[in-house]
C-alpha cells in the first residue's frame, strides 16, 4: 500500500514518514465528499490536520532531514561482537524486558503544559516533531476537543522501546499538552523520557518549526 499523502511505501494504519491514517479508496472517497468547515491551524480533527497539504509538507522534510541514533539492538550487536558471551545480548533482552515489565517494572515521565496557540497548529507541531526526531505514529484516539497520539519511543544507548503518549485538548484559544513516556521493563532510562519530554515541548515552542525552505521543499 501506498501512502496518498507523501507517496512512500507503507502498511497498517499510519504512514511512517508523514504519519498519515493509511486508508482505502473509498475511504478517500467519502472523505472528499465532506467540505472542510473550519480552518486546520483551529481543528481539532488529526486526519484533517495531517491530511493539510502545508502540514504535510513541513512532516515530510523533517522527516527527509532526520538522522538515526544508535538503537539497543545495533549496540547489543556490538556487544556480541566485542564481548562474547555465548549467547546473544538481543536474545537476552528479548527475554528479560518483557519479564520485567510483567513484574510492574517500567519508568517514564509525564509533563503538561497549557501553549497560547490553537490546538490544531498545536497538532501540526507534534507532527513535525514526531518525524524530526523518529518516532513513528502507533495509534490516534480522536476526541471531540483534542486527541491523543500515541507514538513509538525507539530503543537508544540509554533505553530499550517504548511508547509517547502525546494528548492534545483544546481550551478556549490555548492548547493543554499533556506528553508522558513509558519504558517498560526497564526501571532507569539514565534521562532519557526528561530529554524527549524537553525536545518535544521546544519543539512546540519553536515558530519555525512549520516553515520549511526550498532545500527542504525538494529534499522532501
Not at 561482537?81 to 515521565?109: D, E, F, H
Request: glycine share 6%.
Amino acid at each position: 500500500m501506498f501512502c496518498s499523502q507523501c507517496g512512500v511505501k507503507a502498511s497498517g494504519n499510519f504512514c511512517f514518514q508523514c504519519g498519515h491514517r493509511l486508508r482505502s479508496a473509498s475511504e478517500h472517497a467519502a472523505e472528499e465528499l465532506v467540505p472542510a468547515m473550519v480552518a486546520w491551524e483551529d481543528d481539532a480533527v488529526y486526519e484533517r490536520v495531517a491530511a493539510n497539504v502545508e502540514v504535510r509538507t513541513a512532516i515530510a522534510s523533517h522527516a527527509a532531514q532526520a538522522r538515526p541514533g544508535l538503537s539497543a539492538d545495533a549496540l547489543m550487536e556490538i556487544a556480541d561482537k566485542v564481548v562474547p558471551i555465548g549467547v546473544s545480548y538481543s536474545a537476552v533482552t528479548a527475554v528479560a524486558q518483557p519479564m520485567w515489565a510483567s513484574l510492574g517494572v517500567r519508568t517514564g515521565k509525564e509533563r503538561t503544559e497549557t501553549l497560547v496557540e490553537p490546538v490544531g497548529r498545536v497538532l501540526a507541531k507534534v507532527l513535525c516533531s514526531l518525524a524530526k526526531h523518529q518516532q513513528t505514529v502507533q495509534r490516534v484516539e480522536q476526541a471531540e476537543q483534542g486527541c491523543t497520539i500515541l507514538a513509538e519511543l525507539p530503543s537508544s544507548i540509554w533505553a530499550m522501546k517504548g511508547e509517547l503518549s502525546i494528548t492534545l485538548a483544546r481550551q478556549d484559544k490555548q492548547c493543554v499538552v499533556t506528553a508522558a513516556t513509558n519504558i517498560p521493563g526497564q526501571a532507569f532510562d539514565w534521562g532519557l523520557s526528561q530529554r524527549c519530554l524537553e525536545a518535544l515541548f521546544v519543539d512546540l515552542g519553536s515558530e519555525t518549526i512549520l516553515s520549511v525552505t526550498r532545500t527542504s521543499m525538494d529534499a522532501a
